[in-house]
């Protein structure tokens, strides 16, 4: 089985440029969370998305966005892209809501210059 | 404000010894508990999770980790480590009030000696 699934792996931007980062979570999970890991960091809830309706927000400001389709899987834009959002973005899918991320992707390593 | 501390930045051990990583949160309500590990390269796996009962938790791996309601800890236990073991640890709390989000500490690794 296809564990959850992050795209792209690495990335370079620029400063004020836009990301958009997918996440195709496991087969018949309906929950999908993101997160952002900054080096030396624990991972920083940003959103949490079930049945294609937000659940959830973390502290980020607006320029972070996401929305989830109907088959489940998710992105999560960035606007304005700064320095600081620089780090490692987690995605994790469960079966139900709650924010229980059992199973994390990979990630995406951002880097903005 | 939720948060977890892991007060435990980076801890070295030989091989075969007995492993405590240190957890503590602060929640005022029932609070869901987990330990995940994050090998180098790889991405985080769940080691473990308390929701109620037991409140010894055994989970993959061999490792085991205890709630202590009175002390607000979750504290990871392993009694022989690995090479293998080397890793990133992260600890979590899911609470039950509020958004349904989790908050990670900001994590130990652990080097294991051959």
């Known amino acids: 089985d296809a564990g959850v699934t992050q795209s792209p792996t690495h990335l370079i931007k620029t400063r004020g440029q836009h990301v958009t980062l997918r996440c195709s979570p496991i087969?018949?999970?309906?929950?999908v969370s993101w997160y952002q890991q900054v080096l030396g960091q624990g991972p920083q809830f940003i959103f949490q998305?079930?049945?294609?309706?937000?659940?959830g927000r973390g502290n980020f400001p607006d320029r972070f966005s996401a929305r989830q389709f109907p088959n489940y899987s998710s992105e999560l834009n960035v606007n304005a892209l700064l320095l600081g959002d620089s780090a490692l973005y987690l995605c994790?899918?469960?079966?139900?809501?709650?924010?229980?991320?059992?199973?994390f992707g990979q990630g995406t390593r951002l880097t903005v210059v | 404000a939720q948060s977890v501390s892991q007060h435990n930045h980076h801890v070295i051990l030989s091989e075969a010894a007995s492993l405590e990583l240190g957890c503590n949160y602060s929640?005022?309500?029932?609070?869901?508990l987990f330990w995940y590990v994050q090998y180098p390269g790889q991405h985080l796996q769940l080691l473990l999770k308390?929701?109620?009962?037991?409140?010894l938790v055994k989970g993959i791996k061999g490792f085991e980790a205890e709630f202590i309601k009175s002390k607000f800890s979750f504290n990871l236990r392993k009694p022989s480590v690995q090479w293998s073991d080397t890793a990133e640890y992260f600890c979590?709390?899911?609470?039950?009030?509020?958004?349904?989000?989790?908050?990670f500490g900001t994590g130990t690794r652990l080097t294991i000696i051959p």
């Open positions: 929640y005022g309500g029932t609070v869901n």
């Open positions: 087969s018949g999970h309906k929950s």
């Open positions: 994790a899918s469960s079966l139900f809501a709650g924010g229980l991320a059992a199973f």
């Open positions: 308390y929701f109620s009962g037991d409140p």
């Open positions: 998305y079930y049945e294609k309706e937000e659940r």
């Open positions: 979590a709390a899911l609470s039950n009030f509020g958004n349904e989000k989790l908050t």
